[in-house]
Nanobody, 126 residues
Framework: QVQLVESGGGLVQAGGSLRLSCVAS????????MGWFRQAPGKEREFVGV????????YYADSVKGRFTISRDNAKNTVFLQMNSLTPADTAVYYC???????????????????WGQGTQIPVSS
């Protein structure tokens, strides 16, 4: 059973930065595409960004492009979400997610991500 454990959440002021980490308990982490999603109060879960299994490709939602950066350290089975210039509109529960090993999927469909973290709350105050 693959487990994803997120850390780094917390209250941040508008204009501030925060970095989330997600550690995956999977032996073949370098074949797994990792994604970040978020769910704001009263809204559906939405795509934030994705990073390919090698880390060579990333893709972001328009709402975060230029402010958020996803990276990964395959030696440590960890993916990161660096969030800069945060606004109250970024307030949400953030989830990391993983595809099946060696699926080589690279996209934004939640149904392709079969493993999910527990979520971490990010309130952004104005």
């Amino acid at each position: 059973q693959v487990q994803l454990v997120e850390s780094g959440g917390g209250l941040v002021q508008a204009g501030g930065s925060l970095r989330l980490s997600c550690v995956a308990s999977v032996q073949t982490f370098d074949t797994v595409t990792m994604g970040w999603f978020r769910q704001a109060p009263g809204k559906e879960r939405e795509f934030v960004g994705v990073i390919s299994w090698s880390g060579g490709s990333t893709y972001y939602a328009d709402s975060v492009k230029g402010r958020f950066t996803i990276s990964r350290d395959n030696a440590k089975n960890t993916v990161f979400l660096q969030m800069n210039s945060l606004t109250p509109a970024d307030t949400a529960v953030y989830y990391c997610a993983a595809t099946k090993a060696a699926s080589y999927y690279f996209g934004r469909s939640p149904s392709e991500f079969v493993y999910w973290g527990q979520g971490t709350q990010i309130p952004v105050s104005s």
